[in-house]
C-alpha cells in the first residue's frame, strides 16, 4: 500500500514533537500539531519543512521520486553527460571572470586610477 500525505509527513518529523517541528520551520506550533494530525498542510509549510529537512517535496507530496535532495541532486548529476558538464562550468566561469573585471574596475574607477579606461598610476 502506498504511502499518503500524511504518513510520508510523519516520516520526515520523525519523533520531533509539534514543537520541535515549529522551532525548526517557524510556524505555529498549534497549526503544525494539526498537520501531524492529519489536516492538509498548506503549500508554504511543506516547502519550508522541505527546506529545512533536506527532503524532496516531488516525494512528500507526490510520493514519486528520491526522498531526499541529497538523492536527486546525485541522480540529476549522474544523468549529465561529462561534456554538458564541462561547457557549463566554462560558461559560468566565464560569468565570473567579467563580474570581476567589472567590480575591478569600478573599485578603479572610485579610487581614482582609471580614467576613461586608461589606468592611472596611485
Known amino acids: 500500500m502506498a ?5 510520508r509527513l510523519c516520516l520526515i518529523v520523525g519523533r520531533r ?12 506550533e ?6 501531524l494530525k492529519g489536516n492538509a498542510p498548506p503549500a508554504a509549510f ?6 529545512v529537512t533536506g527532503t ?12 531526499s535532495m541529497d ?6 548529476m549522474n544523468n549529465v553527460e561529462l561534456a554538458e558538464l564541462v561547457v557549463s562550468l566554462c560558461s559560468r566561469i566565464e560569468e565570473l571572470r567579467q563580474r570581476i573585471e567589472h567590480v575591478e574596475t569600478e573599485r578603479m574607477l572610485s579610487q581614482g586610477t582609471v580614467s ?3 589606468a592611472r598610476k596611485a
Do not use: F, I, K
Request: proline share 2%; charged share 20%; glycine share 8%.
Open 3 to 7: 504511502l499518503t500525505l500524511h504518513d
Open 17 to 28: 514533537s509539534s514543537r520541535d517541528v515549529s522551532e525548526l520551520t517557524g510556524w505555529n
Open 30 to 35: 498549534a497549526s503544525v500539531r494539526r498537520y
Open 46 to 51: 511543506v516547502a519550508e519543512l522541505c527546506r
Open 56 to 67: 524532496s517535496p516531488q516525494w512528500l507530496v507526490s510520493g514519486t521520486g528520491a526522498m
Open 71 to 76: 538523492e536527486v541532486r546525485a541522480s540529476a
Open 116 to 118: 576613461d579606461g586608461v
